[in-house]
Nanobody
Framework: QEQLVESGGGLVQAGGSLRLSCAAS????????MGWFRQAPGKEREFVAA????????RYDDSVKGRFTISVDNTKNAVYLQMNSLKPEDTAAYYC????????????????????WGRGTQVTVSS
């Protein structure tokens, strides 16, 4: 059974950095686009970043562009989200997600395009 487990969340001051990790198990994820989403209290889950199957194509929400970087280590079946220059509005639960095999990351990237999810890791940015 495939499983995604996030780690690396925590409390950080504004301007600081965190690196989130997502360990994938149960199957190889090298043939699947991977993504990060986040959900703040009282808000809907929103797209943050995605990386395509080739691992050479990435997409970011405008709110994190230039501050966050998504990467994948296929040899470790792991996905990372490096978050720099964090802001209080980045506070949310962050979720790792896997798309369908050989799926693309073009067009609107809703959570519906990612059928596999982790349980999330909390990121809190203090002002």
């Amino acid at each position: 059974q495939e499983q995604l487990v996030e780690s690396g969340g925590g409390l950080v001051q504004a301007g600081g950095s965190l690196r989130l990790s997502c360990a994938a198990s149960g199957r190889t994820f090298s043939d699947r686009p991977m993504g990060w989403f986040r959900q703040a209290p009282g808000k809907e889950r929103e797209f943050v970043a995605a990386i395509g199957v080739s691992r050479s194509t990435t997409r970011y929400d405008d709110s994190v562009k230039g501050r966050f970087t998504i990467s994948v280590d296929n040899t470790k079946n792991a996905v990372y989200l490096q978050m720099n220059s964090l802001k209080p509005e980045d506070t949310a639960a962050y979720y790792c997600a896997a798309g369908r095999p050989w799926g693309s990351i073009t067009g609107p990237l809703s959570s519906a395009r990612f059928p596999s999810w982790g349980r999330g890791t909390q990121v809190t940015v203090s002002s």
